[in-house]
């Protein structure tokens, strides 16, 4: 497989009717241009039953030269793609919602516990109030 960096060297082709030719330079010679190699890879891990048809299968991603990951399941031509910026922002508000919910079920903790400790002081005060009371009615 091609990795990540290098650089490929390709010829032109063009379609003249319905042959491809090379196209050749003022020399005569094969036009030939360096390209940015596409990286393609395929996952260890199989997807889950939660996709659905694609239960089972790995997926294939590719870096592409203009700054896009591809993504599709093996074996399939489904193929979903989006900026590696847009893929970057969607991890760090991913990352940041995480944390929000983490620091919501913290304080949902110590509110839940705060409850309790109050309702253990409410019931002591109405145990008071009524034993002071038992004793005033004797």
Same mark, same amino acid.
């Given at each position: ?9 390709? &010829?032109?082709w063009?379609? #003249? %009717?319905? !042959? @491809? /030719?090379?196209? =050749? ?24 039953? &939660?996709?659905?048809?694609? #239960? %089972?299968? !790995? @997926? /294939?991603?590719? =870096?592409?030269?203009?700054d ?25 508000? #991913? ?41 005033i009615?004797?």
């Amino acid at each position: 497989m091609i990795e990540v960096g290098i650089r490929r060297i390709v &010829s032109l082709w063009t379609r #003249r %009717g319905k !042959k @491809l /030719v090379r196209v =050749l330079g003022l020399d005569g010679q094969p036009v030939t241009v360096v390209k940015n190699a596409v990286v393609t890879r395929i996952t260890r891990n199989e997807l889950d039953g &939660s996709f659905c048809r694609d #239960r %089972g299968r !790995k @997926l /294939v991603v590719t =870096l592409e030269a203009v700054d896009r990951i591809c993504l599709r399941p093996a074996g399939t031509r489904q193929k979903l793609d989006a900026p590696l910026d847009e893929v970057y922002r969607w991890m760090v508000q #991913r990352r940041a919602i995480r944390l929000q919910l983490e620091r919501a079920r913290e304080r949902k903790i110590v509110k839940q516990r705060q409850r309790e400790a109050h309702a253990l002081d409410r019931a002591e005060r109405k145990l008071r109030a009524k034993a002071k009371q038992e004793v005033i009615c004797r």
